[in-house]
């Protein structure tokens, strides 16, 4: 839950002046109050700034660097220009009003003066508390004013269409390595059945327009070149024309596209560079805004251009979120989480967030899909054969027992000799260090305490990006490779532990996705090389590293 405190900015007095007022608080009254802010200095340094977000994403930096230092001045100074006088004061009676609910503080600025849309709002610092105010749990909402809607009912899985466009005569994009970026990083909501993805590779606007007409979609996300035109003032994606060049499409002609749907899809993610950006004479310019504007509940842009771990990390924290059943608000949250994963990096500033209702949850998750994992093969229907006796058939019988039979011995040899091709083995002195590092539970059953296993797992530096709840729920059901993974990487890890922690789903996820190789049930059924091998991926996708080397991942043996 969110308290929300609700700002509405409009057009003051004279250049330079705007009124903004408090029109929904978390405690009493409505101040107002008179900002004074260069608006036309603070676009003039976009460019600058997105430099400055782009380039951390690479540098990796654990100090303030020159480039955070400019970012975090121009946060300050909007901080300050927003929240002075009483509407400061209604902000931290606001602040301390949450905490006293436990509930965290949503704000949602609505901005009615055109040329204030393309300021990066999301960057504010709060100098008193040393701290972005919206840079993990609390994100900043654009509110765009329109009739809220009912949440939508999912009794299946979230349908995301993805739409991939690398047109001739512009920039080109790495078309299948983009697909693999975004199935990677949907790998657990896949696999459990909470996403079905579906893509488009060169998408046109007539293969969009037949997917709107005879589909189902809740998500559209589009990966492409997109740009703001100065000559009409407005936001234009880039789709593949009928010769293979570029086909702009503004952002209201891509509304009335999108609208062709029964349902038209709820949520529009552009992950193409400038998709953001408004106008600085229309509100409605930016393709974000118009979407919105046009019909479309929700809009998730890029302000600045993003680095592929970034969008990654971003797709895999809002998709996760969003089909769990989270509001729009927590979803685009848990994004910017996940680009806080990326060290050093500033990226979690360039996803914008734009709504038709600020508080929406906008799907109703009515009966989650069952993990893929659990999900048992369906049965082919046995034709009915006749013209055989009982003894007949009572012999074929005890033939087919006796192959079974000895199939299944020959299964266990391979097994216990090509799947248990061991690790670095962990660092053991005596007997009693084994002890430690050996698992104390069966992974052939559910784990009797999955919560200890859990705190265990932390504890050697596997963690993870869900819910505990769902990682503890995975952990005590028998039917999903978690409890035996789960029991071979504290085997493995023993009392040395990742020198930087890994998730446990992404590790779950490579070794899920490795071709040739059953999903295991049994600690027995194991691949110790592979499992090794889903570690170091895992951790090369979390640091954006090349690691190669399991035992290079480790702390030193104590």
């Given at each position: ?15 330079g ?25 603070l ?5 600058d ?20 230092q ?20 209604a ?35 709060d ?8 840079r ?14 009912e ?9 995301v ?29 896949i696999?459990?059945?909470?996403i ?11 293969e969009?327009?037949?997917?709107m ?29 009928d ?12 509304a ?15 992950n ?47 998709y ?24 050093g ?20 998750i ?20 006749r013209?055989?006796?009982?003894p007949?058939?009572?012999?074929i019988?005890?033939i087919?027992a ?12 391979v ?6 091709p061991p690790?670095?083995p ?8 084994a ?25 050697v ?8 709840s ?22 493995v ?5 990742l020198?930087q ?9 490579f070794?899920?996705?490795s071709?040739?190789n059953?999903?295991p ?29 399991f ?8």
């Amino acid at each position: 839950m969110a308290s929300i405190i609700e700002l509405e900015v409009t057009a003051g007095a004279a250049e330079g002046q705007f009124t903004v007022r408090v029109v929904r608080p978390v405690a009493d009254g409505e101040p107002t109050a008179t900002m004074q802010l260069d608006a036309k200095a603070l676009l003039g340094v976009r460019d600058d700034l997105e430099t400055v977000v782009l380039a951390s994403a690479a540098a990796g930096r654990r100090i303030l660097s020159p480039g955070e230092q400019r970012l975090r001045d121009v946060g300050q100074q909007l901080f300050e220009a927003l929240f002075s006088g009483p509407i400061h004061e209604a902000y931290r009676a606001s602040v301390s009003a949450a905490d006293e609910r436990d509930e965290r503080l949503q704000v949602v600025l609505r901005l009615d003066v055109p040329e204030l849309a393309g300021i990066p709002w999301e960057a504010m610092y709060d100098a008193e508390n040393d701290d972005y105010i919206f840079r993990a749990e609390n994100p900043l909402v654009r509110h765009i004013p329109s009739a809220p809607e009912e949440p939508l009912e999912i009794a299946s899985s979230l349908e995301v269409l993805a739409l991939v466009a690398s047109p001739d005569g512009m920039a080109v994009l790495d078309v299948e390595a983009e697909r693999k970026k975004l199935t990677d990083a949907l790998a657990e909501p896949i696999a459990d059945g909470r996403i079905h993805l579906k893509w488009l590779m060169q998408a046109s606007w007539d293969e969009v327009q037949d997917e709107m007409l005879n589909g189902t979609w809740h998500v559209l996300h589009f990966i492409g070149h997109g740009d703001y035109d100065l000559s009409s003032d407005q936001g234009v994606i880039a789709l593949v024309g009928d010769d293979g060049g570029a086909r702009l499409v503004e952002a209201d002609r891509l509304a009335v596209l999108l609208n062709q749907a029964t349902t038209t899809p709820r949520v529009v993610v552009l992950n193409s560079c400038q998709s953001g950006r408004s106008g600085a004479r229309d509100l409605f310019s930016s393709t974000a805004a118009t979407l919105v504007r046009r019909g479309i509940s929700a809009v998730a842009a890029m302000q600045f251009s993003i680095s592929d771990a970034g969008a990654i990390k971003f797709a895999r924290g809002f998709y996760s979120a969003l089909a769990s059943g989270r509001g729009i608000g927590e979803a685009i949250g848990a994004g910017r989480v996940g680009l806080l994963g990326i060290p050093g990096s500033l990226e979690w500033v360039t996803p914008v967030l734009y709504v038709r209702d600020d508080n929406a949850t906008l799907f109703k998750i009515t009966s989650p899909p069952r993990p893929a994992a659990l999900a048992a093969p369906p049965q082919p229907a046995q034709p009915t054969r006749r013209g055989l006796s009982k003894p007949a058939l009572a012999a074929i019988g005890g033939i087919a027992a006796a192959v079974v039979a000895i199939v299944l011995i020959v299964l266990a040899i391979v097994i216990r000799s090509d799947h248990r091709p061991p690790l670095p083995p962990p660092a053991t002195t005596s007997s009693s260090t084994a002890s430690k590092t050996s698992p104390t539970v069966s992974a052939s059953t559910p784990i009797s305490d999955p919560a200890t296993v859990f705190q265990k797992l932390n504890d050697v530096g596997v963690d993870t990006k869900l819910p505990k709840s769902v990682i503890v729920d995975y952990l005590n059901n028998e039917y999903t490779p978690y409890p035996p993974l789960g029991a071979a990487l504290l085997q493995v890890l023993g009392d040395r532990g990742l020198r930087q922690p890994v998730e446990f789903e992404v590790i779950v996820g490579f070794y899920e996705h490795s071709p040739g190789n059953p999903s295991p049930r049994r600690l027995e059924d194991v691949n110790f090389t592979l499992l090794g091998k889903s570690v170091v991926n895992a951790f090369n996708e979390r640091y954006g590293q090349e690691a190669t080397d399991f035992e290079s991942l480790l702390n030193p043996p104590r």
